[in-house]
Each structure stands twice: as C-alpha cells, then as structure tokens.
C-alpha cells in the first residue's frame, strides 16, 4: 500500500497504550520498510520533556514490548530521530497553536504538506476538547489528506455515541474518520474472510440447513490489571461485546461482499449488526448472563477477586463476563444460535470461533446418534491460530466402531512472524484504507444490539456477585444458558 508522508500526532503520547502497542507498531512498520521516508511523530503528553528524554523512554519500552525488540539495532536508532515530544495541555489553544507552529515547521522541512494522522490514544471524555480545539486551529483542514483514529469506546451506548459522532462530524468528514477495533486487525480474524470467500466446499455448509450452532469465545487470563479505574465504569458488555465479539460475529456471518472494497465489506458487516434480533427488558436475563469474579487460581497461582482489585470499589457490580444468545433474523441463519461469551480471569487465555454442524440424520452404527460427535469446525484466534476440522473415522482394529479424529491448519507453520494487529490498522490507516475500521452505523448497530441489556442492568442489580472462581469457565447461569437448548460451551483446548 502507498503510504505518502505522514505527521503522526498522538494524543496520549506517555500513555499505556503508546508504549505498548503505537510505538511497537511504528517501529515495526518502519523496520519493514513500510513507513514514507518522510515521516514524523510527535507524541504529545502533559509534563515538558526533552526530546532525548522522550526517545530514551520509547527505546526501552520498545525492548519489552517490540516483537523486533530495539536497544542494539542502529535501524531502530534511526527510527527514533523520527520521533519529537510536545508538551501540550489538551483545554488550552496556545497549545494547539505553538503544535500548529511544529507541524508546519516539520512540513516546510518536508518540502511539502504532509498528511496529518492525529491518534486519539486518550480517555474518551477529552475527545470533544481535542476535536473541538483541531477546528478552531484548522489543523485537520484537508479532508483528502487529514485522518483522525480514535479508539473504542466509542460513547457508552447508542445515545452518546450519535452526539459524539455528531460533534466530530463538525470537524472531520466520515471518510477521514477511522474508529478502530483492533481484533479486526489480527492476522487469524482476516482470515476468516479468506477462508470462507476464498474456498467453494464451506460456503454450501454455511447456514441454518447445515449448521446447529456457534460459539464465540473470547476468553483471558488477566484481570483489570491497572486498568480499574478504566473498567469500573464500561464492564465487559461494552469492553469485549460491542465491539470485538460482534466484529467475530459479522465475520462468520456476514454474506460474501461484492468486492473487497472497503464499503462493500462493511455494507455486509452492517446487516448483520441489523439483523441481530433485539430482546425486550424482560427477555434480557433470559438471553444474556453477567458474572463477575471472585478469587481463585490461575493456573495455580492465587488471584483475588474483582472486588479486591485495585481501583475498584468493595461492592462493585461491574461485570467481567457476558454470555448471550443471538439470533440473526435474515434468511441464512434463522434459528440458528449464536452463543457469545467473553470474560476476565478465566481458566485460559483463548479466542476462538466454534461451528458445530448438525448431527447426522440417522447412525447405523450400534451406538447410535448420540455416541457420535458431530462435526465441527474450531477457528482458534489466540494464542493458538489454527482452523480444525473434526470428523469421525473408524478406530483401527477388527470391529467398525468410530472415534473423532481432526485435519488441522496451523497458521504459524506456514508463516514467519505474522504482524501485530496494531501494525495492519495503522499501516491502513497511514495509506487511507478503511476497510478494517467501524463504519459509523455499523458502532450505532453495534450499540442498538445491546443497549437494552445495559438499561436492564444498570437498574437491576445482580444478586449474586461474586458469582464465578477466577481460573475457572464462568458462572453456572452461562451452562444453564445453553443447556436449556440442549447445547453444552465446547472447552477447545
Ligand atoms: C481491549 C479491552 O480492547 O482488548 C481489554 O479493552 C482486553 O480489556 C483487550 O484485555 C484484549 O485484547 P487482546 O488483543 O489481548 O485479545
């Protein structure tokens, strides 16, 4: 992808987020060649800092959490001098003013105007002040070539997401707006496009009339971390749900797209946020089912509880786990469901799409019906990144009997280290591609699918939190969930 030369401008330059991933991300990209040769980040934060100061800080980070690593490469090195800090105070416009100043001193050494990518890597509340202040300077003024990236959430449900859509629409045109959801960016989710629009045999397979039900995983091993002060507010509905497992879901159940131009993409990706059936209040607990864990064990390690976290408060309700049932009303998948489940502190990290196929009509075998299992097709995300097909197959020896057995595709033995997800998004939105990012109405979908489930929440509190064992699979309820449909969560590991 052609990439011209670019001011990167990230808000939230000191941040968790820029050390951990923007930075990586940059540097990664940089080392591969796919960086302009002319290019410049300035990474803004609140305190005054030197330049060399910044770099030093970036260069250490990038040995923790850079898959190329950095202090002895002179490559890397050479990557920093690309790197500028400014101190800047997000409410006042002199700031703005002297960051206009360096912009457009970095564009007369450029010898040209740069396009400008301006990063949102900071808590949504400053979004308005940043936005409005980038109108009043002008600094976004060129709609070909001036992008914005802001990160999820975007709002905190339908409401708030149509008036923060309104606000930045008074200084950003849709087409330079790009709201990022970074599982889109994995290298095992894109491939699910590849797998189903780019083979024949899965594709006839792929609806009601074959299909039983699908699972949809997203499961970690780490709590809130430092996060608590973040999380107490969102709770894993809007963290996980919203976002990246509806993405999962419109990937597997999306129609194939006429071309993979980005709005041909999403064009089909947002009928399937629009044909999620909407539950009633009074159907919310019958569909989804909230936890929130209590100490425990990972992995033979004590953990404590949500509640004893820090920044969290002692009678927290903020949950750590959703299960849903989903229904899509559309003609592929009618009365299919689609079970959804995401939470902290679970057993193991792992994402993974799951398709269990309809059992087989009749079984000659002595056994029966129920002694077989039926196919299924594992789409493991991570850490695995592999695609399985089960199947039966006789055991060997004198009589017919059957046992499972799995063909498998492992994403790692045929390639070299694939890129951070990071790395695809930002290379995307450097070169003006958004066919990875969320369209404007599919986030309104995305919260028009769930937001009666937080209404319920929010004035129904749970009685039985803490109600899952850190190290385990979830709260009972979420068994009970499927188990009422006669279907049971598949433990994939
Ligand atoms: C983020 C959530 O979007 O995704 C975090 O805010 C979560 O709470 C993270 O831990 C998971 O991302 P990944 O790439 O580690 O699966």
């Not at 064009?267 to 909407?278: C, E, H, P, Q, Y």
């Not at 100490?295 to 002692?314: S, T």
Request: charged share 25%; with cysteine.
């Amino acid at each position: 992808k052609n990439i011209n030369p670019t001011i990167i401008v990230i808000f939230g330059g000191t941040g968790d987020l820029a050390k951990r991933k923007l930075f990586p991300a940059f540097q990664n990209l940089y080392l591969d060649g796919r960086m302009s040769k002319k290019f410049q980040i300035i990474a803004l934060g609140r305190a005054e800092k030197s330049d060399d100061e910044f770099r030093s800080y970036v260069l250490e980070n990038l040995e923790t959490f850079s898959r190329k690593k950095g202090l002895s490469d002179p490559e890397t090195q050479k990557f920093l001098s690309h790197i500028t800090y400014h101190s800047l105070d997000i409410d006042k416009e002199e700031s703005y003013q002297s960051l206009n100043d360096k912009i457009n001193d970095i564009d007369e050494t450029f010898g040209e105007r740069a396009n400008r990518l301006f990063y949102l890597s900071i808590t949504p509340s400053f979004i308005t002040t940043i936005s409005n202040n980038i109108n009043k300077i002008g600094l976004a003024a060129n709609a070909k070539q001036d992008r914005i990236i802001i990160e999820k959430p975007f709002g905190y449900d339908k409401t708030s997401a149509i008036a923060l859509n309104e606000m930045l629409s008074q200084t950003f045109k849709e087409e330079q707006i790009y709201r990022i959801d970074h599982y889109l960016g994995k290298e095992t989710v894109q491939n699910i496009l590849a797998f189903r629009f780019g083979n024949s045999m899965f594709e006839p397979l792929w609806s009601r009339n074959f299909i039983d039900f699908v699972q949809i995983t997203v499961a970690e091993e780490v709590g809130v971390e430092e996060r608590g002060g973040f999380y107490e507010g969102v709770g894993a509905l809007k963290d996980m749900i919203q976002n990246h497992l509806l993405q999962i879901l419109c990937m597997t159940a999306m129609e194939a797209p006429a071309s993979l131009e980005a709005d041909d993409i999403r064009n089909r990706k947002a009928d399937v946020l629009k044909s999620i059936r909407r539950i009633k209040p009074d159907e919310v607990d019958h569909y989804v089912v909230r936890g929130q864990y209590d100490a425990g064990f990972i992995k033979g390690n004590p953990v404590h509880g949500y509640r004893q976290d820090k920044g969290i408060a002692p009678d927290s309700n903020t949950e750590t786990y959703v299960a849903m049932k989903i229904y899509l009303d559309n003609w592929r998948w009618q009365g299919i469901p689609f079970y959804l489940r995401t939470g902290k502190r679970m057993e193991e990290k792992q994402s993974s799409i799951i398709i269990q196929f309809k059992p087989v009509p009749h079984s000659a075998f002595s056994y029966g019906k129920q002694g077989m299992t039926p196919n299924r097709l594992i789409i493991n995300i991570q850490p695995a990144m592999d695609i399985k097909l089960q199947f039966m197959t006789k055991k060997p020896g004198l009589s017919l009997s059957l046992r499972p057995a799995e063909m498998v595709f492992d994403y790692f033995a045929c390639s070299t280290m694939s890129p951070e997800a990071y790395e695809t998004l930002i290379a995307d939105a450097l070169a003006g591609d958004p066919t990875l990012f969320m369209r404007w109405d599919q986030v309104e979908q995305a919260w028009d699918a769930i937001d009666t489930i937080q209404q319920v929440w929010k004035t129904t509190a749970p009685t039985n939190f803490p109600n899952y064992k850190a190290g385990s699979w979830g709260p009972e309820e979420a068994d009970e969930l499927l188990a009422r449909q006669g279907h049971a969560w598949i433990q994939n590991s």
